[in-house]
């Protein structure tokens, strides 16, 4: 199979970065627990707000995301068996091409740059399967979809969801 993986909120924990960011920054202790659905910016005071949605506009944010638990060891094991893509959204932020391809240097070096498509609209992907966080994007999507699980899309429907990359390995391996 050809399968595209999205990377925010599927491979790179970018809703725990904004949280973590908020709490530095606003001297909180919010657990990811609080988020129950909506972006982090739509769960906070709105005098806050405007500070979340400047997160990925700063310098280093997409470079020090950490790795969806289990997201490294599973994708490994499914680039051995199908052809894998990592499909970004990467030119919304100035800063975000750059880092996300350094990012994926370290964390998944076994998906060399042939197979990284950085890009803005992902509807002209065209292959078998798109694991991705964002209906937007599944939506529109000519093939198979997972949608995989985030406080912001909670209320999202239309989609095969999966929780976990032991959910998707049991799927695809």
């Known amino acids: 199979m050809v399968i595209f993986v999205d990377m925010d909120d599927v491979i790179a924990d970018t809703y725990g ?13 919010l657990p990811l627990a609080h988020f129950k659905s909506g972006e982090v910016w739509q769960n906070v005071p709105e005098m806050h707000q405007d500070s979340i949605r400047k997160h990925a506009r700063t310098d280093g944010f997409f470079r020090t995301l950490k790795p969806i638990k289990d997201s490294v060891l599973v994708l490994k094991e499914i680039c051995q068996k199908h ?15 750059r880092e996300k391809s350094d990012w994926l240097d370290e964390y998944f070096p076994f998906i060399s740059w042939h197979y ?20 937007l994007n599944l939506d529109k999507f000519d093939g198979n979809t997972l949608l995989f699980n985030s406080p912001h899309n909670a209320h999202d429907n239309g989609h095969e969801r999966v929780s976990s ?3 998707v390995g049991n799927k695809l391996l």
Not at 17 to 29: A, G, L, P, R, W
Not at 123 to 134: A, E, V
């Open 17 to 29: 970065k904004h949280i973590e960011m908020y709490n530095t920054e606003f001297n909180k202790n």
């Open 83 to 97: 052809e894998v893509y990592i499909a970004s959204a990467a030119t919304q932020f100035p800063n975000s091409l």
């Open 116 to 135: 990284r498509i950085m890009c803005g609209h992902k509807f002209i992907l065209k292959g078998d399967l798109l694991i991705d966080d964002r209906t």
């Open 165 to 167: 990359w032991n959910e």
